[in-house]
C-alpha cells in the first residue's frame, strides 16, 4: 500500500538512495539525459521547480542548461541528504532542498516560488498508486507554473516491453500486481561493478498516463503535449541497431507542455 504519503516505493529510495544514481550510467539513463536536454533546451536564468527530484540529478541538469534556481522537492529523506551531498559547490545556492509529498498541495512553509518557468517531474508519476495521488501530482503541476511556463516530465510509456525482462538498457521489470487502472512492479538495476545486490524499487504506473492520453495535462492547464522524438538522443543515432528494440515499443517518454497563457 502507499501508506500515509502517496509515494509507492519510498522505502526502495530510502534504503538505495546512495545508489540511485548509478542508474544514470546505463544506456537508458544516458538516452534520459541526452532527451531531457532536448526538451529543456536553454534554461537561462529559470527558476526551476523539480517535483520528486530525488538526489538532485536532474537538478543539476537544469543549472548546467543556466537555471538560476531549482527547488527540489521529495518525499524521501535519504534522497534528499545524499542528493545534498552529493551537490558539489559549484551549484551552491542554485539548489534548495525540500521534503514534502508532492501527490499533495505543497505547504506555504515549503518556501517555494509561487509559480515557477519550468516544472520537472521526472518518473514520480510513476509513484502514484491511485488516481487520486497522480490528480494531485498533475494539480501541483499545474499550480506551480506560470502562465506560458514548460512543462517537461519523463514517465514509463510501455512497462511491458518485452527487452525490460532482460535488461537490455540496463534497467529491468517484473510485474507485482494489477492495481485498478494500473499496474504495480519492481524496476531493478544491477550494480555496474557486479558486487552488490541489484537495486530493487518498487513502482506504479496509471494506464492514463502511460497510454499517452493528455486528459490529465488539459485538466490541470497544460497546452501544446509533445513527446521529445528519440532521435534526438545522440546516443540512439549513434547505434540505430542496438536501440531498434526500444524503439519499436519505448520503455519511456520525455514528454514537454506548456501552462496556457503568457506571451
Ligand atoms: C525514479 S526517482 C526519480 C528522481 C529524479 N526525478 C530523477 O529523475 O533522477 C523517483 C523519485 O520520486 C520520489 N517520490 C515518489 N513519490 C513521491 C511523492 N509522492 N512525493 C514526492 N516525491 C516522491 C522518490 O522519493 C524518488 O526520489
Redesign the pocket.
Given at each position: 500500500m502507499a501508506g500515509a504519503?502517496?509515494?509507492v516505493?519510498?522505502e526502495g529510495?530510502d534504503t538505495h538512495a546512495a545508489t540511485y544514481e548509478k542508474i544514470a550510467t546505463t544506456p537508458s539513463g544516458i538516452l534520459e539525459e541526452q532527451l531531457l536536454a532536448s526538451a529543456m533546451g536553454d534554461c537561462t536564468g529559470l527558476a526551476v521547480l523539480?517535483?520528486?527530484?530525488?538526489?538532485g540529478?536532474?537538478a543539476r541538469q537544469a543549472v548546467k542548461l543556466g537555471a538560476s534556481h531549482v527547488d527540489v522537492?521529495?518525499?524521501?529523506p535519504e534522497?534528499l541528504r545524499i542528493g545534498q551531498q552529493q551537490t558539489s559547490s559549484e551549484y551552491d545556492g542554485r539548489i534548495a532542498w525540500h521534503e514534502?509529498?508532492?501527490?499533495k498541495p505543497l505547504d506555504d512553509k515549503l518556501q517555494l516560488r509561487k509559480t515557477y518557468d519550468l516544472v520537472m517531474a521526472?518518473?514520480?508519476l510513476d509513484?502514484a498508486g491511485s488516481l487520486a495521488?497522480l490528480e494531485g501530482m498533475w494539480a501541483n503541476v499545474g499550480a506551480r507554473l506560470r502562465p506560458g511556463g514548460r512543462y517537461v516530465g519523463?514517465r514509463v510509456n510501455d512497462p511491458w516491453a518485452p527487452y525490460m525482462a532482460d535488461g537490455r538498457y540496463g534497467v529491468r521489470f517484473r510485474e507485482k500486481e494489477r492495481i485498478p487502472g494500473g499496474v504495480r512492479y519492481w524496476y531493478i538495476f544491477d550494480d555496474p561493478a557486479g558486487n552488490k545486490e541489484p537495486v530493487e524499487i518498487e513502482g506504479a504506473s496509471l494506464e492514463i498516463s502511460y497510454s499517452g492520453s493528455t486528459e490529465l495535462h488539459t485538466k490541470y492547464g497544460l497546452c501544446d503535449v509533445e513527446i521529445e522524438p528519440f532521435e534526438n538522443a545522440k546516443i540512439v543515432r549513434e547505434d540505430p541497431e542496438f536501440w531498434k528494440p526500444f524503439l519499436d515499443r519505448p520503455l519511456l517518454a520525455v514528454v514537454k507542455a506548456r501552462k496556457q497563457g503568457g506571451e
Open positions: 504519503t502517496g509515494s516505493g519510498k529510495y523539480d517535483l520528486g527530484g530525488g538526489t540529478l536532474r522537492v521529495d518525499v524521501s534522497m514534502a509529498d508532492v501527490s521526472n518518473w514520480v509513484s495521488d519523463i
